[in-house]
């Protein structure tokens, strides 16, 4: 257990479902990150929040829907995906986005995204 | 822009050493990184090293920085099979964010 928990591990979702993935840690962080892991980009940074604010939107399509309601918690909604987003979608946390020192981030375990 | 770059695959014998290489570009990097990425898991910081020093040591693990070609490797002595993973190099950009490479896939054969 890394600290940083996301839920579920696996989903598979047809293309007009709407499903949520959830983020959390209780490591007294106020930075938390998604990424999109695939083959074609390893790392491609999604989204970013600092002290619950949207700091980062790296060109995301609407059908992604990020929410952070708290320092603790990070969400990202679903809708009408596509098969290429199939992936595996990791959740990073740090103490904040500018700082961190020697620890950099500390990732989840990942949720394995399956769109058929 | 900012960028890292790092060989895609590695293999090496059970018990040799493995030498993972990586470039970047942003020469104001404080610090820089190793994570390790089980196959099914998430990124586990394996270690970091800051910029003002030149290598780190961690039991099995040596770290290397030349900060004039912007080079970081990694050595893993006697290398075992449960070190099979993906390596990925990072440093941290200008913005506090990190930049990762895309990854080196190291094949430990017995």
């Known amino acids: 257990e890394t600290g940083v928990t996301q839920t579920p591990r696996h989903l598979v979702m047809g293309m007009t479902n709407k499903k949520s993935l959830k983020c959390e840690q209780h490591?007294?962080?106020?930075?938390m990150y998604w990424y999109k892991q695939s083959a074609k980009k390893p790392l491609e940074l999604m989204f970013v929040?600092?002290?619950?604010?949207?700091?980062e939107n790296n060109s995301v399509p609407s059908r992604f829907s990020p929410e952070c309601p708290n320092s603790s918690h990070l969400f990202l909604h679903l809708h009408t995906l596509q098969p290429e987003d199939s992936a595996l979608y990791l959740c990073?946390?740090?103490?904040?986005?500018?700082?961190?020192?020697?620890?950099?981030?500390?990732f989840g375990s990942g949720t394995r995204l399956t769109v058929v | 822009g900012e960028d890292v770059e790092q060989s895609l695959f590695l293999s090496v014998r059970e018990g040799d050493s493995s030498v993972i290489n990586c470039t970047y570009t942003?020469?104001?990097?404080?610090?820089l990184y190793w994570y390790k990425q089980e196959p099914g898991a998430g990124l586990q910081l394996l270690t970091y090293?800051?910029?003002?020093?030149d290598m780190k040591q961690d039991q099995r693990l040596t770290v290397l920085l030349n900060k004039k070609d912007k080079h970081l490797s990694l050595r893993i002595a006697d290398t075992q099979t449960g070190d099979s993973a993906i390596y990925f190099c990072?440093?941290?950009?200008?913005?506090?964010?990190?930049?990762f490479g895309k990854g080196t896939k190291l094949s430990v054969k017995p």
């Open positions: 490591l007294g962080h106020n930075a």
């Open positions: 990072a440093e941290r950009g200008s913005q506090g964010n990190l930049i």
């Open positions: 929040y600092n002290f619950k604010e949207q700091t």
């Open positions: 090293i800051f910029s003002n020093m």
């Open positions: 942003d020469s104001s990097s404080t610090y």
């Open positions: 990073a946390s740090s103490q904040d986005r500018g700082t961190g020192g020697g620890y950099g981030y500390t």
